[in-house]
């Protein structure tokens, strides 16, 4: 049974950071492929960042290059979401995603490709 838990959200002012996390149990993170996606309210779900399973590949949607840093920890089983300089359309609810069996240096862009989810963590940026 896959479980995802998101933690780390909160309330931030504009430029400042936070750090999510996003725990596994049931699975083995260096075998998947992980995204982080955000949904701001009254939005479409969107990507943020993904990394592939073998953990070389990244990806970054335009709004979070060059302030947000997708990383795992395989010891723990835990993916982060660094996001610095944060902005007030960072407003969202952030949930992390990942798929079993991809390609080891394939980093997924679409939302179908995922299997399993969390619930989320909610971040929200004042101005």
């Known amino acids: 049974h896959v479980q995802l838990v998101e933690s780390g959200g909160g309330a931030v002012q504009a430029g400042g950071s936070l750090r999510l996390s996003c725990a596994a149990s049931g699975v083995t993170f260096s075998i998947y492929a992980i995204g982080w996606f955000r949904q701001a309210p009254g939005k479409e779900r969107e990507l943020v960042a993904a990394?592939?399973?073998?953990?070389?590949?990244?990806y970054y949607a335009e709004s979070a290059k060059g302030r947000f840093t997708i990383s795992t920890d395989n010891a723990k089983n835990t993916v982060y979401l660094q996001m610095n300089s944060l902005k007030p359309e960072d407003t969202a609810v952030y949930c992390c995603a990942v798929r079993y069996g991809s390609s080891r240096y394939r980093v997924l862009t679409g939302e179908a490709s995922y299997d399993y989810w969390g619930q989320g963590t909610q971040v929200t940026v004042s101005s």
């Open positions: 990394i592939s399973s073998c953990g070389t590949n990244t």
